[in-house]
């Protein structure tokens, strides 16, 4: 799972990229390995990181801004009820 959040990040090797900081004792930080889905806990890491480079003023590239909707609908997706009809 760790390779996997790191892989998460490779938007962020750009060479003007924002570091990004994981406290292990925030609840949600520490939660991320038990998520088990190694692409959804990579999903949650790139919303954290481009949520923090907003945060901090910068600028998102075309590719940080991408994922930062794709991610951001795909988390969101996820942790709604279902509206699908119940028969």
Same mark, same amino acid.
């Given at each position: 799972?760790?390779?996997?959040?790191?892989? *998460?990040?490779?938007?962020?090797?750009?060479? /003007?990229?924002?570091?990004?900081?994981?406290?292990?004792?925030?609840?949600?930080?520490?939660?991320?390995? *038990?998520? *088990? /889905?190694?692409?959804?806990?990579?999903?949650? $890491?790139?919303?954290?990181?481009?949520?923090?480079?907003?945060?901090?003023?910068?600028?998102?590239?075309? =590719? =940080?801004?991408?994922?930062?909707?794709?991610?951001?609908?795909?988390?969101?997706?996820?942790?709604?009820?279902?509206? =699908?009809? $119940?028969?």
């Amino acid at each position: 799972l760790q390779r996997a959040l790191l892989a *998460g990040l490779r938007v962020s090797r750009r060479a /003007d990229a924002v570091p990004l900081v994981l406290n292990v004792d925030n609840p949600l930080v520490s939660a991320l390995p *038990g998520l *088990g /889905d190694p692409a959804r806990a990579a999903r949650v $890491v790139r919303v954290l990181y481009t949520q923090s480079a907003v945060l901090a003023r910068h600028t998102l590239s075309p =590719e =940080e801004s991408r994922f930062l909707s794709d991610d951001l609908l795909a988390v969101l997706t996820a942790a709604a009820p279902s509206t =699908e009809p $119940v028969h």
